[in-house]
């Protein structure tokens, strides 16, 4: 099966390639790892070299072992969260835009609160006052993510709810909600497909900069954000900040190129360009 010229593209294939990579890394790295990513056993501070790829850390804990480890507390805390925030603000939005009138200046007012605040210090502030843990890191993260799709979901809702088909379901006697999961959501996921997929290299650096700001993961986790913090205070030995580091930045690059590859793909109007410039 041939696959569509936007997905043919060089930086969706790059991108393809290193998100896939990052999954499994994820997946196999307890087979993948040379070493316990807790135990101290090791010659502190030790620089790149053939015995540890990547370096030691303070603690004599090799960081290859605890960059791979870290894709399993990283990775899946954040698509999770981009999955908890397309649910929340998919449902809120697509709730405001069918339903309209208080339903919709309600929800609408809460979004234009969050957004009157900037991101970051609404995070931070957020996750002080729920506590310095991974768990409530995504929660305010969560809290702050949650408007975008909102926003998202209800100007599409309102373009499409007058459409002829969804006045039929209604004439015809479906419920309100039947006619908004059945007519109206399958016609709006495409942009926030598009959405979500830009918007889990923003989530990661969120989370990644709450556990730089001691107020996500705790030591000893092997989180990408909390291991280049620990980095700042051996700044002399750059490996142990660079490489969680360039762990976050492929993992963001990745999944941008991700995102303007489905963007692409569906929008019919890029698409016929990439297929003229093709010919």
């Given at each position: ?25 994820a997946v196999a790295a307890p087979w993948l790892a040379p ?68 339903v919709d200046e309600t929800i609408m007012r809460f979004a ?168």
């Amino acid at each position: 099966m041939k696959l569509p010229k936007a997905w043919r593209q060089p930086l969706a294939i790059v991108g393809g390639a290193v998100a896939l990579a990052w999954i499994v890394v994820a997946v196999a790295a307890p087979w993948l790892a040379p070493h316990d990513p807790l135990a101290q056993e090791l010659p502190r501070l030790a620089p790149p070299g053939p015995d540890h790829w990547f370096g030691t850390d303070q603690l004599g804990r090799d960081i290859l072992s605890r960059v791979l480890y870290g894709a399993r507390v990283s990775i899946p805390l954040t698509l999770l969260l981009v999955a908890l925030s397309v649910l929340v603000g998919g449902l809120l939005g697509a709730s405001a835009g069918y339903f309209g009138k208080w339903v919709d200046e309600t929800i609408m007012r809460f979004a234009d609160l969050v957004f009157a605040f900037p991101t970051v210090i609404l995070a931070m502030v957020v996750a002080a006052a729920l506590g310095a843990s991974l768990t409530n890191a995504v929660l305010a993260v969560l809290v702050v993510a949650w408007p975008a799709y909102a926003r998202v979901t209800r100007g599409l809702v309102l373009g499409v709810r007058g459409r002829e088909f969804v006045v039929a379901g209604r004439l015809l006697g479906f419920s309100a909600w039947r006619s908004l999961r059945v007519d109206v959501l399958p016609n709006v996921t495409g942009p926030i497909l598009v959405l979500a997929t830009l918007d889990i290299g923003t989530a990661l650096l969120l989370l990644s900069g709450l556990s730089f700001l001691g107020l996500g993961a705790k030591p000893p986790s092997p989180e990408w954000g909390a291991m280049v913090a620990s980095g700042v205070e051996v700044f002399d030995s750059w490996w142990v900040a660079t490489f969680p580091g360039l762990a976050i930045l492929t993992v963001v690059l990745a999944f941008n190129f991700l995102g303007d590859t489905l963007r692409d793909a569906l929008d019919p109007r890029t698409a016929r360009a990439i297929k003229e410039r093709a010919l």
